[in-house]
Protein backbone atom coordinates (compact mmCIF):
# COMPACT_ATOMS: atom_id res chain seq x y z
CA UNK A 1 0.00 0.00 0.00
CA UNK A 2 0.56 3.72 -0.49
CA UNK A 3 1.48 6.42 1.80
CA UNK A 4 -0.39 9.06 0.15
CA UNK A 5 -3.12 9.64 2.30
CA UNK A 6 -1.21 9.14 5.43
CA UNK A 7 1.52 11.90 5.13
CA UNK A 8 -1.53 14.28 3.79
CA UNK A 9 -3.56 13.71 6.84
CA UNK A 10 -1.08 13.95 9.14
CA UNK A 11 0.07 17.41 7.52
CA UNK A 12 -3.67 18.56 7.33
CA UNK A 13 -3.58 17.68 11.66
CA UNK A 14 -1.09 19.95 12.54
CA UNK A 15 -1.36 22.68 9.71
CA UNK A 16 -4.89 24.10 9.93
CA UNK A 17 -5.70 25.66 6.70
CA UNK A 18 -4.00 23.30 4.94
CA UNK A 19 -7.09 20.85 4.46
CA UNK A 20 -9.22 23.61 3.14
CA UNK A 21 -6.54 25.42 0.76
CA UNK A 22 -5.99 21.50 -0.65
CA UNK A 23 -10.08 21.11 -1.07
CA UNK A 24 -9.85 24.59 -3.05
CA UNK A 25 -7.10 23.37 -5.51
CA UNK A 26 -9.25 20.18 -5.99
CA UNK A 27 -12.35 21.50 -7.19
CA UNK A 28 -10.09 23.45 -9.48
CA UNK A 29 -8.31 20.28 -10.72
CA UNK A 30 -11.88 18.63 -10.72
CA UNK A 31 -13.24 21.96 -12.90
CA UNK A 32 -10.67 21.46 -15.46
CA UNK A 33 -11.30 17.95 -15.90
CA UNK A 34 -14.83 18.27 -16.16
CA UNK A 35 -14.63 21.54 -18.82
CA UNK A 36 -12.31 19.11 -20.74
CA UNK A 37 -14.16 16.15 -20.24
CA UNK A 38 -14.02 14.29 -23.59
CA UNK A 39 -11.05 16.16 -25.36
CA UNK A 40 -8.15 14.56 -24.50
CA UNK A 41 -7.85 12.43 -27.65
CA UNK A 42 -5.30 14.65 -28.67
CA UNK A 43 -2.86 13.22 -26.08
CA UNK A 44 -2.27 9.72 -27.41
CA UNK A 45 0.71 8.14 -29.31
CA UNK A 46 2.60 11.50 -28.87
CA UNK A 47 4.95 12.71 -26.02
CA UNK A 48 3.85 15.64 -24.94
CA UNK A 49 6.10 16.37 -21.78
CA UNK A 50 9.54 15.24 -21.25
CA UNK A 51 9.96 14.97 -17.06
CA UNK A 52 13.27 15.37 -15.35
CA UNK A 53 14.33 12.87 -12.93
CA UNK A 54 16.76 13.26 -10.29
CA UNK A 55 17.30 9.92 -7.93
CA UNK A 56 18.61 10.79 -4.54
CA UNK A 57 19.33 7.34 -2.88
CA UNK A 58 20.25 8.01 0.96
CA UNK A 59 22.58 4.92 2.43
CA UNK A 60 24.46 3.44 4.99
CA UNK A 61 26.61 1.11 2.76
CA UNK A 62 24.24 -1.66 2.06
CA UNK A 63 21.89 -2.58 -0.48
CA UNK A 64 19.57 0.11 -0.50
CA UNK A 65 22.70 1.55 -2.04
CA UNK A 66 21.57 0.15 -5.48
CA UNK A 67 23.22 0.49 -8.45
CA UNK A 68 22.68 2.97 -11.38
CA UNK A 69 21.49 -0.15 -13.48
CA UNK A 70 18.85 -0.67 -11.00
CA UNK A 71 17.37 3.03 -11.17
CA UNK A 72 17.72 2.32 -15.26
CA UNK A 73 16.23 -0.76 -15.39
CA UNK A 74 12.88 1.75 -12.94
CA UNK A 75 13.33 4.01 -15.52
CA UNK A 76 12.63 1.86 -18.14
CA UNK A 77 9.50 0.85 -16.41
CA UNK A 78 8.26 4.35 -16.03
CA UNK A 79 8.51 4.80 -19.50
CA UNK A 80 7.01 1.94 -20.47
CA UNK A 81 3.65 2.22 -18.15
CA UNK A 82 3.17 5.86 -19.21
CA UNK A 83 3.94 5.05 -22.94
CA UNK A 84 1.83 1.92 -22.54
CA UNK A 85 4.68 -0.26 -24.10
CA UNK A 86 3.57 -2.80 -21.47
CA UNK A 87 3.28 -6.18 -22.84
CA UNK A 88 1.04 -6.86 -19.63
CA UNK A 89 -1.96 -4.71 -21.02
CA UNK A 90 -2.64 -7.96 -23.37
CA UNK A 91 -4.89 -8.88 -20.04
CA UNK A 92 -6.83 -6.05 -19.44
CA UNK A 93 -10.22 -6.43 -19.00
CA UNK A 94 -12.63 -6.07 -22.22
CA UNK A 95 -14.45 -3.40 -20.86
CA UNK A 96 -11.32 -1.26 -20.84
CA UNK A 97 -9.28 -2.63 -23.19
CA UNK A 98 -9.82 0.07 -25.29
CA UNK A 99 -9.26 3.24 -23.22
CA UNK A 100 -5.67 2.47 -22.11
CA UNK A 101 -3.43 5.67 -22.35
CA UNK A 102 -0.67 6.86 -23.73
CA UNK A 103 -0.08 9.21 -21.20
CA UNK A 104 2.29 10.92 -23.31
CA UNK A 105 5.46 11.74 -20.72
CA UNK A 106 9.02 10.64 -21.39
CA UNK A 107 10.92 10.64 -18.07
CA UNK A 108 14.86 11.26 -18.35
CA UNK A 109 17.35 11.11 -15.99
CA UNK A 110 18.92 15.10 -15.55
CA UNK A 111 21.95 15.84 -17.21
CA UNK A 112 22.35 19.12 -15.52
CA UNK A 113 22.54 20.20 -11.77
CA UNK A 114 20.51 23.17 -10.37
CA UNK A 115 23.93 24.85 -10.75
CA UNK A 116 24.58 24.13 -14.39
CA UNK A 117 27.00 21.46 -13.83
CA UNK A 118 26.78 17.87 -15.63
CA UNK A 119 25.04 15.13 -13.58
CA UNK A 120 24.16 11.11 -14.45
CA UNK A 121 20.95 12.46 -12.53
CA UNK A 122 21.74 9.46 -9.94
CA UNK A 123 23.01 11.05 -6.48
CA UNK A 124 23.79 9.02 -3.65
CA UNK A 125 24.32 10.12 0.11
CA UNK A 126 25.60 8.28 3.34
CA UNK A 127 22.10 9.26 5.22
CA UNK A 128 20.92 7.53 8.39
CA UNK A 129 17.64 8.66 7.15
CA UNK A 130 17.57 5.99 4.78
CA UNK A 131 15.44 4.63 8.17
CA UNK A 132 12.91 7.09 6.92
CA UNK A 133 10.40 8.73 9.28
CA UNK A 134 7.56 9.78 6.84
CA UNK A 135 6.03 11.64 9.65
CA UNK A 136 8.68 14.26 9.59
CA UNK A 137 8.60 16.80 6.81
CA UNK A 138 11.66 18.44 7.46
CA UNK A 139 14.21 15.76 6.10
CA UNK A 140 14.04 16.33 2.35
CA UNK A 141 17.63 18.12 2.82
CA UNK A 142 18.97 17.21 -0.79
CA UNK A 143 15.82 18.05 -3.13
CA UNK A 144 16.47 20.16 -6.54
CA UNK A 145 14.42 22.42 -6.83
CA UNK A 146 10.71 20.93 -7.37
CA UNK A 147 9.66 23.01 -10.24
CA UNK A 148 12.24 21.82 -12.81
CA UNK A 149 12.65 18.18 -11.06
CA UNK A 150 11.14 15.18 -10.79
CA UNK A 151 12.82 14.14 -7.45
CA UNK A 152 13.00 10.66 -6.21
CA UNK A 153 14.12 9.34 -2.59
CA UNK A 154 15.56 6.11 -2.39
CA UNK A 155 15.72 4.46 0.46
CA UNK A 156 15.98 1.15 2.78
CA UNK A 157 12.51 1.33 5.24
CA UNK A 158 9.86 3.57 5.42
CA UNK A 159 7.74 3.64 8.57
CA UNK A 160 4.60 3.87 6.82
CA UNK A 161 4.26 1.70 3.35
CA UNK A 162 6.54 1.12 0.19
CA UNK A 163 6.44 4.47 -1.13
CA UNK A 164 4.49 7.66 -0.98
CA UNK A 165 3.90 11.39 -2.04
CA UNK A 166 1.60 14.36 -1.85
CA UNK A 167 -1.00 15.21 -4.62
CA UNK A 168 -0.07 18.72 -6.10
CA UNK A 169 -2.18 21.59 -4.34
CA UNK A 170 -1.36 20.31 -0.66
CA UNK A 171 0.41 23.03 0.56
CA UNK A 172 3.15 21.55 1.78
CA UNK A 173 6.86 22.64 1.99
CA UNK A 174 8.24 22.61 -1.51
CA UNK A 175 10.91 20.68 -0.57
CA UNK A 176 8.83 17.72 0.44
CA UNK A 177 7.43 17.74 -2.91
CA UNK A 178 8.96 14.49 -4.03
CA UNK A 179 8.39 10.87 -3.99
CA UNK A 180 9.66 8.66 -1.50
CA UNK A 181 10.38 5.15 -2.29
CA UNK A 182 11.86 1.73 -0.41
CA UNK A 183 14.49 0.45 -3.00
CA UNK A 184 13.31 -3.08 -2.80
CA UNK A 185 10.24 -1.13 -4.82
CA UNK A 186 12.57 0.28 -7.25
CA UNK A 187 13.08 -1.18 -11.05
CA UNK A 188 12.78 -4.74 -11.32
CA UNK A 189 16.60 -6.08 -11.00
CA UNK A 190 19.67 -6.35 -8.37
CA UNK A 191 17.41 -5.79 -5.09
CA UNK A 192 13.98 -5.57 -6.68
CA UNK A 193 11.96 -8.90 -6.17
CA UNK A 194 9.29 -8.23 -9.22
CA UNK A 195 8.46 -5.93 -11.20
CA UNK A 196 7.36 -2.66 -9.54
CA UNK A 197 4.88 -0.71 -10.27
CA UNK A 198 4.92 1.43 -7.04
CA UNK A 199 7.02 4.53 -8.57
CA UNK A 200 4.44 4.52 -11.71
CA UNK A 201 1.68 4.52 -8.98
CA UNK A 202 3.31 7.02 -6.77
CA UNK A 203 4.08 9.21 -10.26
CA UNK A 204 0.18 9.16 -10.82
CA UNK A 205 -0.31 11.06 -7.11
CA UNK A 206 2.34 13.44 -7.77
CA UNK A 207 0.98 14.38 -11.33
CA UNK A 208 -2.49 15.06 -9.44
CA UNK A 209 -4.04 11.55 -9.52
CA UNK A 210 -6.30 10.34 -6.28
CA UNK A 211 -6.60 6.42 -5.86
CA UNK A 212 -9.53 5.04 -8.59
CA UNK A 213 -12.17 4.92 -4.96
CA UNK A 214 -11.18 8.57 -3.87
CA UNK A 215 -9.27 10.50 -1.82
CA UNK A 216 -9.83 8.22 1.44
CA UNK A 217 -6.73 5.60 1.57
CA UNK A 218 -8.75 2.59 2.69
CA UNK A 219 -9.57 0.37 -0.45
CA UNK A 220 -12.74 -1.97 -0.17
CA UNK A 221 -14.77 0.54 1.93
CA UNK A 222 -16.90 2.69 0.81
CA UNK A 223 -18.00 3.32 -3.05
CA UNK A 224 -15.91 6.26 -4.08
CA UNK A 225 -15.19 8.76 -7.17
CA UNK A 226 -11.83 9.88 -8.39
CA UNK A 227 -13.04 12.82 -10.30
CA UNK A 228 -11.89 11.02 -13.02
CA UNK A 229 -15.14 10.22 -15.44
CA UNK A 230 -14.13 6.66 -17.35
CA UNK A 231 -12.61 5.34 -14.19
CA UNK A 232 -15.84 3.78 -12.64
CA UNK A 233 -16.77 4.48 -8.89
CA UNK A 234 -15.16 1.69 -6.51
CA UNK A 235 -14.30 1.05 -3.34
CA UNK A 236 -10.87 -0.09 -4.59
CA UNK A 237 -9.37 -3.86 -4.73
CA UNK A 238 -6.32 -5.17 -3.11
CA UNK A 239 -6.89 -8.11 -5.24
CA UNK A 240 -7.13 -9.35 -8.79
CA UNK A 241 -10.69 -10.51 -9.52
CA UNK A 242 -12.85 -12.05 -11.61
CA UNK A 243 -15.90 -10.19 -11.04
CA UNK A 244 -15.55 -6.29 -10.54
CA UNK A 245 -18.94 -5.40 -10.33
CA UNK A 246 -19.20 -4.10 -6.60
CA UNK A 247 -20.73 -1.01 -6.63
CA UNK A 248 -23.28 -1.26 -9.57
CA UNK A 249 -24.06 -4.82 -10.54
CA UNK A 250 -24.10 -4.08 -14.08
CA UNK A 251 -20.25 -1.98 -14.44
CA UNK A 252 -17.24 -3.59 -14.26
CA UNK A 253 -14.69 -1.41 -12.05
CA UNK A 254 -10.85 -0.97 -13.42
CA UNK A 255 -9.29 -2.99 -10.91
CA UNK A 256 -6.05 -3.19 -13.13
CA UNK A 257 -5.59 0.82 -12.90
CA UNK A 258 -2.43 1.89 -11.68
CA UNK A 259 -4.12 3.58 -8.95
CA UNK A 260 -5.76 1.33 -7.72
CA UNK A 261 -3.97 -1.38 -4.95
CA UNK A 262 -3.65 -4.97 -6.71
CA UNK A 263 -0.84 -6.89 -7.63
CA UNK A 264 -2.34 -6.74 -11.83
CA UNK A 265 -1.62 -3.01 -12.17
CA UNK A 266 -1.99 -2.69 -16.16
CA UNK A 267 -3.17 0.83 -17.53
CA UNK A 268 -4.34 4.58 -17.04
CA UNK A 269 -7.43 5.05 -18.30
CA UNK A 270 -7.79 8.13 -21.22
CA UNK A 271 -9.89 10.70 -18.64
CA UNK A 272 -6.94 9.68 -16.17
ZN1 LIG B 1 -1.37 5.67 -3.61
CA1 LIG C 1 -14.12 7.91 -11.61
Known sequence: ???????????????????????????????????HRGQNK????KIIFTIPVVFHILHED???????????????????????????TINVAPSFK??????????VLATIDP??????????YYDQNTNWDANKIDNFTYTWPQDKYLNIYIVKKINIA??????????IPAKADVIVCESIYTGSIGTATFDSRAITHEVGHWFGLPHTWGITNA???????????????????????QNSKIC????????QNYMDYTPCKHMFTNGQ
Open 219 to 241: PGVACGDDFVSDTPITKGFVNCT
Open 1 to 35: FCGQHHVTRLWFKSNPNAEAEYLKSVAKITDALIA
Open 115 to 124: NGKCTNGIMR
Open 98 to 107: NNIAVVGFEF
Open 162 to 171: PAYTYLPGTP
Open 42 to 45: HLRN
Open 62 to 88: GPENISDAQILDQMRILNRDYQKLNAD
Open 248 to 255: NPTIEENF
